[in-house]
């Protein structure tokens, strides 16, 4: 398996979209570092306007690598799925459309080892593209504004939570994160196995997540009861609870999160899309007639 998942990573990283996609990130990241570092105070202001009769602490305290990390993904993990949709979506329907995906099944190997393997490549990449996101977001964004405490907002409260108590949020958040991703890889894969082009499948998958995000987002009772739980979209946001912390008469306790089972809850759910899509696509390409 180990020499067939090598090859896959070698289509994948000869790709120059494959380069283009951390091009693209690192370009985003540098332009929020850019515009905090020489106007951060400002929309330190702006974000904890909401909080000013209750709450009051120094721009320069809130400011720090940790609330500029914080700040990049709540900016960037809406949009990095669609980056995880260019090489997903292309990994089987890429091989019908360059007529080399019924040699692929012609080799002694099963069909559902073949998507495995593709599959897994798909993961590593999606997984070195979140590592990428970690080290500018948080290592980069450290070095330039240094560290502090942690200031969450949460509408009209604020959580406050110590240096030492933010790293391992950070590291349980990123691997959240890639749950979610994977999941929106295996959605992008399994709509590979229908298509003989890669069109199809990434703007399929770029659709579904943007519908599934803008009702994820909108403030309305009959989609918050009735729609909403069932998005993935839904719960790729509960990396947001590792910085939901409790707190004792208004000191925050560390090493708390304020209500883990609904992280847990979603980290499953998030699971379950992703077999479900997986093995979707596997039991119809199984099944596919394979003409080219």
Same mark, same amino acid.
């Given at each position: 398996?180990?020499?067939?998942?090598?090859?896959?990573?070698?289509?994948?990283? !000869?790709?120059?979209?494959?380069?283009?996609?951390?091009?693209?990130?690192?370009?985003?990241?540098?332009?929020?570092?850019?515009?905090?570092?020489?106007?951060?105070?400002?929309?330190?202001?702006?974000?904890?306007? &909401?909080?000013?009769?209750? #709450?009051?602490?120094?721009?320069?305290? $809130?400011?720090?690598?940790?609330?500029?990390?914080?700040?990049?993904?709540?900016?960037?993990? /809406?949009?990095?799925? /669609?980056?995880?949709?260019?090489?997903?979506?292309?990994? %089987?329907?890429?091989?019908?459309?360059?007529?080399?995906?019924?040699?692929? $099944?012609? =080799?002694?190997?099963?069909?559902?080892?073949?998507? *495995?393997? =593709?599959?897994?490549?798909?993961? %590593?990449?999606?997984?070195?593209?979140?590592?990428?996101?970690?080290?500018?977001?948080?290592?980069?964004?450290?070095?330039?504004?240094?560290?502090?405490?942690?200031? $969450?907002?949460?509408?009209?409260?604020?959580?406050? %939570?110590?240096?030492?108590?933010?790293?391992?949020?950070?590291?349980?958040? #990123?691997?959240?994160?890639?749950?979610?991703?994977?999941? $929106?890889?295996?959605?992008? +894969?399994?709509?590979?196995?229908?298509?003989?082009?890669?069109?199809?499948?990434?703007?399929?998958? @770029?659709?579904?997540?943007?519908?599934?995000?803008?009702?994820?987002?909108?403030?309305?009772? #009959?989609?918050?009861?009735? %729609?909403?739980?069932?998005?993935?979209?839904?719960?790729?946001?509960?990396?947001?609870?590792?910085?939901?912390?409790? &707190?004792?008469?208004?000191?925050?306790?560390?090493?708390?999160?304020?209500?883990?089972?609904? @992280?847990? !809850?979603?980290?499953?759910?998030?699971?379950?899309?992703?077999? #479900? *899509?997986? +093995?979707?696509?596997?039991?119809? +390409?199984?099944?596919?007639?394979?003409?080219?």
């Amino acid at each position: 398996m180990w020499p067939l998942l090598q090859i896959e990573l070698y289509k994948i990283f !000869k790709r120059p979209r494959t380069f283009i996609a951390f091009a693209v990130i690192a370009l985003i990241i540098f332009l929020i570092q850019l515009a905090l570092k020489f106007g951060g105070e400002e929309y330190v202001g702006l974000v904890m306007s &909401g909080l000013s009769s209750t #709450f009051e602490a120094p721009p320069g305290q $809130v400011l720090n690598g940790y609330f500029v990390c914080y700040n990049i993904l709540n900016l960037l993990l /809406i949009h990095v799925p /669609i980056l995880v949709a260019l090489i997903a979506g292309d990994m %089987i329907s890429g091989e019908a459309n360059m007529g080399t995906l019924r040699l692929l $099944v012609a =080799k002694p190997i099963s069909r559902t080892r073949l998507l *495995f393997v =593709k599959f897994t490549a798909a993961s %590593i990449y999606t997984i070195l593209l979140l590592i990428w996101v970690a080290i500018l977001s948080l290592l980069l964004s450290i070095v330039l504004f240094g560290t502090n405490e942690l200031f $969450v907002p949460r509408g009209q409260e604020v959580n406050i %939570i110590s240096s030492h108590d933010i790293l391992w949020r950070y590291a349980a958040a #990123f691997a959240f994160a890639t749950v979610g991703l994977i999941t $929106v890889a295996a959605l992008s +894969f399994m709509l590979s196995t229908f298509a003989d082009n890669s069109i199809g499948p990434i703007v399929a998958t @770029v659709c579904v997540i943007i519908v599934f995000t803008i009702l994820t987002q909108m403030q309305i009772p #009959f989609y918050d009861n009735s %729609i909403k739980p069932y998005l993935f979209t839904t719960h790729m946001l509960g990396w947001k609870g590792f910085f939901y912390v409790k &707190g004792n008469e208004g000191v925050t306790i560390d090493g708390s999160i304020e209500n883990i089972r609904a @992280v847990i !809850k979603s980290g499953l759910i998030l699971a379950g899309y992703a077999a #479900f *899509f997986l +093995f979707t696509g596997i039991w119809y +390409f199984n099944r596919k007639n394979i003409l080219s």
